[in-house]
């Protein structure tokens, strides 16, 4: 059953990284030190692969279920989500030091 926004603003950390499964690879992730995050576990060229859309409060459930659909739009179409990732990263990186 999938997550509530309720359920994630309650959940408290333990004492190992806790993962719950929030449904088509969408992973809800807290570790012990309280820091919360989303994963998204996926398949590309039959090699199991993990991406990291970004941490709560800062992508909200809505916002990772977003990313999720989008990434797994990438893989559909035979696009690695991580490499458009670590491109739009490269791309973010060169224009801040173009305008430095």
Same mark, same amino acid.
């Given at each position: 059953?999938?997550?509530?926004?309720?359920?994630?603003?309650?959940?408290?950390?333990?004492?190992?990284?806790?993962?719950?499964?929030?449904?088509?690879?969408?992973?809800?992730?807290?570790?012990?030190?309280?820091?919360?995050?989303?994963? #998204?576990?996926?398949? #590309?060229?039959?090699?199991?692969?993990?991406?990291?859309?970004?941490?709560?409060?800062?992508?909200?459930?809505?916002?990772?279920?977003?990313?999720?659909?989008?990434?797994?739009?990438?893989?559909?179409?035979?696009?690695?989500?991580?490499?458009?990732?670590?491109?739009?990263?490269?791309?973010?990186?060169?224009?801040?030091?173009?305008?430095?």
């Amino acid at each position: 059953m999938p997550l509530t926004d309720h359920e994630i603003r309650r959940s408290k950390p333990l004492d190992k990284p806790c993962t719950v499964n929030n449904g088509c690879g969408l992973l809800w992730h807290i570790e012990p030190n309280g820091s919360k995050g989303w994963r #998204f576990r996926y398949l #590309f060229d039959d090699k199991p692969k993990m991406l990291s859309p970004g941490t709560y409060p800062t992508i909200s459930l809505n916002d990772a279920r977003q990313k999720r659909d989008e990434a797994k739009k990438l893989v559909a179409s035979s696009i690695n989500p991580s490499d458009v990732c670590k491109r739009e990263k490269q791309t973010g990186n060169r224009k801040r030091e173009r305008n430095m």
